[in-house]
């Protein structure tokens, strides 16, 4: 009987450590094509496979950002979306603009200390109090956790969808 209960606790943790490696491999793959192969956030504003020149830049028809107010740091300035903390629902970003939707997906990699190279990103985020760059780091998906790869594929479909 004994012999019984420990081939079927076994078993039953085999089946969860393959499932939690599919898993896991499919939020690295999932990923990947997100960030491009260079693995740098910035990818979406400069390496995406349908380059955003490749559309004309107006957004005359985009909404503009609800003027619900930004959740804050410790240090009481704003961010765009508390992706550290939350689960960002695909509602919450339905009226964001290209821009703001780029600005929150690199967020995520911000608040881990990306240096950005992509002049854009790097002068926005430069002006946030919150921002603490490392010089030349490169923030990679091992550096984020679960909740932040969540929220950042969201806000990724989202910007698939707006341009």
Request: charged share 25%.
């Given at each position: ?13 085999t ?32 390496e995406?496979p349908?380059?955003?020149t ?6 005359t028809?985009t ?17 765009i979306?508390?992706?550290d ?40 985020f ?7 760059p ?25 910007i698939?969808?707006v341009?």
């Amino acid at each position: 009987m004994k012999n019984y209960l420990f081939i079927a606790v076994v078993t039953i943790l085999t089946i969860l450590i393959i499932c939690a490696s599919v898993w896991l491999g499919m939020s690295i793959v999932k990923y990947s094509e997100i960030v491009g192969e260079k693995n740098e956030p910035s990818s979406i504003t400069t390496e995406s496979p349908k380059s955003v020149t490749e559309k004309p830049q107006t957004y005359t028809n985009t909404p503009v950002p609800t003027k619900t107010p930004a959740p804050t740091n410790a240090n009481n300035s704003a961010y765009i979306l508390p992706s550290d903390s939350r689960e960002i629902s695909k509602s919450e970003i339905m009226n964001f603009d290209y821009d703001t939707l780029n600005r929150a997906y690199n967020e995520i990699f911000a608040r881990h200390g990306h240096d950005f190279k992509n002049k854009e990103l790097k002068v926005y985020f430069e002006k946030q109090s919150w921002y603490k760059p490392v010089s030349g780091k490169t923030v990679g998906i091992s550096d984020l956790s679960e909740l932040e790869i969540k929220n950042m594929n969201t806000i990724k479909a989202r910007i698939d969808e707006v341009k």
